[in-house]
């Protein structure tokens, strides 16, 4: 059976303009001892990591330190006790890219690593405040840009769980988490606009709550991520950021090793990466320019 697998790409931003090359460099200078988040049950890391032509590739991976789960027999069933020397753990690894020229990271998805918990690593490591913003396709995008007053940000989240769905994001919707659970909600809608016609929402603070929930758009618990405002002629538009998302896909053979090959997963990063450049280097320039024309047009 062919197994695919699927990357987002993000932008890594901060407001004081610091560098992510010079943060993956403070981060990877950090003993690999001491190069981690750790949580007491499980801890976060980046290893295996080469830099060459300007790319970074490596793995960011979750270890799990306690609950570890059993093995099992496939023959009689039977669950036996996982050996391992405290200082083993579970490792679940995924792999990542940095290229430096286009300033994009790729994360391979999983359920275990986020792009947040690589952000908190290079923020740890080098003192800085980095966010990675999403990637979207071109015409979400461009429409998203096109848009100056922002003037109505929703949300919809439909679960038993919605209390602890609000409470898992890196992002200050989680305040709403203790009311919702007492509620016993299990449909929350967040529906923020602004009355006078001069106001308009902060794009920084919607972009931020985006970054939050990228990780979850394909979730169907998430029922709808919009955002709607004026562009400079004074014209409505909605940017639905569910079906905006740009991704990445890699398949690997059937061939593949049981065990996860770690220069199987560098490589497949590297591979989709390479499929996606063409589009990538286009929209960021045009982006580029843009960002220049409206500067020196201000």
């Known amino acids: 059976m062919t197994t695919r697998l699927n990357y987002d790409f993000f932008i890594p931003s901060t407001v004081n303009g610091a560098d992510?090359?010079?943060?993956?460099?403070?981060?990877?200078?950090?003993?690999?001892?001491?190069?981690?988040?750790?949580?007491?049950?499980?801890?976060?890391?980046?290893?295996?990591?080469?830099?060459?032509?300007?790319?970074?590739v490596g793995l960011v991976s979750r270890h799990r330190m306690r609950n570890l789960p059993p093995t099992g027999d496939s023959q009689t069933g039977s669950l036996d006790r996982l050996t391992l020397s405290d200082h083993q753990s579970v490792a679940e690894p995924c792999a990542f890219l940095y290229d430096s020229e286009l300033?994009?990271?790729?994360?391979?998805?999983?359920?275990?690593?986020?792009?947040?918990?690589?952000?908190?690593?290079?923020?740890?490591a080098a003192?800085?405040?980095?966010?990675?913003?999403?990637?979207?396709?071109?015409?979400?995008?461009?429409?998203?840009?096109?848009?100056?007053?922002?003037?109505?940000?929703?949300?919809?989240?439909?679960?038993?769980?919605?209390?602890?769905?609000?409470?898992?994001?890196e992002s200050s919707l989680k305040g709403l988490a203790p009311f919702v659970r007492e509620l016993a909600g299990s449909r929350v809608r967040i529906d923020v606009g602004v009355l006078p016609k001069s106001q308009y929402l902060s794009k920084d603070a919607i972009l931020h709550a985006i970054g939050a929930l990228f990780d979850r758009l394909d979730d169907e618990r998430l029922e709808k991520l919009e955002v709607d405002g004026e562009d400079e002629e004074g014209n409505n538009h909605i940017v639905d950021f569910i079906d905006g998302?740009?991704?990445?896909?890699?398949?690997?053979?059937?061939?593949?090793?049981?065990?996860?090959?770690?220069?199987?997963?560098?490589?497949?990063?590297?591979?989709?990466?390479?499929?996606?450049?063409?589009?990538?280097?286009?929209?960021?320039?045009?982006?580029?320019?843009?960002?220049q024309q409206v500067a020196v047009a201000g």
Do not use: C
């Open 127 to 169: 003192d800085t405040a980095f966010i990675f913003l999403p990637v979207l396709n071109e015409d979400a995008m461009t429409r998203l840009e096109k848009l100056r007053k922002l003037r109505r940000f929703v949300l919809t989240v439909a679960s038993p769980q919605a209390a602890e769905y609000l409470d898992g994001l």
């Open 245 to 291: 998302q740009f991704r990445g896909h890699e398949a690997l053979a059937e061939t593949a090793p049981r065990h996860t090959d770690i220069g199987l997963l560098k490589d497949a990063i590297r591979k989709a990466f390479e499929n996606s450049h063409i589009y990538l280097s286009t929209h960021l320039r045009a982006r580029a320019a843009q960002a």
């Open 103 to 124: 300033n994009i990271v790729v994360l391979q998805r999983s359920p275990h690593v986020s792009h947040a918990a690589f952000a908190r690593l290079v923020n740890w």
């Open 20 to 56: 992510f090359s010079a943060g993956l460099t403070k981060l990877f200078d950090t003993p690999m001892d001491q190069r981690r988040v750790d949580y007491g049950a499980f801890y976060f890391d980046v290893s295996d990591a080469e830099a060459r032509n300007g790319q970074t």
